[in-house]
């Protein structure tokens, strides 16, 4: 905006707005599942993945300890997506994990194990 004054002083006066957005990229891995029913880590999920949206194209596989795929499932988009041990019926042990994603950040691909632990009275 420019303004003129009697005295033909110029004011020049201008307004400029940017958007920041913070997000996190790092995905994080847990090695233990604890499906107990206490709502405490009773599922198995990728943190940060739903949280920020930036790995919209991933897939997950869950193998048990002789490499047999329990669970399988392509472009997680929401908490129900995740691996719950009761729901494939998987008995206390190690497991394994395979996942890929691709987003505006790249590909991820990682393998990493699972410990399934309930708590026994």
Do not use: M
């Not at 991933?58 to 691996?83: A, T």
């Amino acid at each position: 905006t420019v303004t003129f004054d009697t005295a033909l002083h110029h004011t020049c006066t201008d307004t400029a707005a940017h958007t920041v957005t913070i997000t996190n990229d790092f995905l994080q891995f847990p090695n233990l599942v604890t499906p107990n029913g206490d709502g405490l880590s009773d599922t198995w999920r990728v943190v940060n993945l739903l949280e920020y949206g930036n790995y919209p194209v991933n897939e997950l596989w869950i193998f048990n300890q002789w490499g047999v795929e329990i669970y399988h499932v392509r472009d997680i988009s929401q908490e129900s997506h995740f691996w719950d041990p009761d729901a494939t019926a998987s008995p206390d042990g190690t497991y394994y994990y395979r996942f890929t994603a691709r987003g505006p950040y790249g590909l991820v691909k990682r393998n990493g194990v699972i410990e399934v632990l309930r708590s026994h009275n």
